[in-house]
């Protein structure tokens, strides 16, 4: 799958395509997107241009992240809350 940006003139492919089934995502105020790319067992970080910026979480951090199926961002306290795994739902502070 291909994450790409649409807007009324054209449909731009980004050019960070290694992305396997985006589940869920969620903004910032700044543009940025965070992508629950749940077959890779990771959440990244987009730019507002929807180049990868960075992996946030993999299945390697100590969150120990399975298979993410919904992201909310709580900007205010820099909070991502993540449900993964079919039955948690963890919280990661971005600060």
Known sequence: MQVSKVDVSKRGPSTFADVKWPLHLSA????????ADMENNRILLLTSELCLERVL???????????????SYNELISELYVAHNYRLVSALSLR
Do not use: A
Request: net charge neutral; hydrophobic share 25%; no cysteine.
């Open 57 to 71: 979480i993999d299945s390697n951090s100590q969150m120990r992240l399975r298979r993410p199926t919904h992201l």
């Open 28 to 35: 910032d105020s700044d543009g940025h997107s965070l992508v």
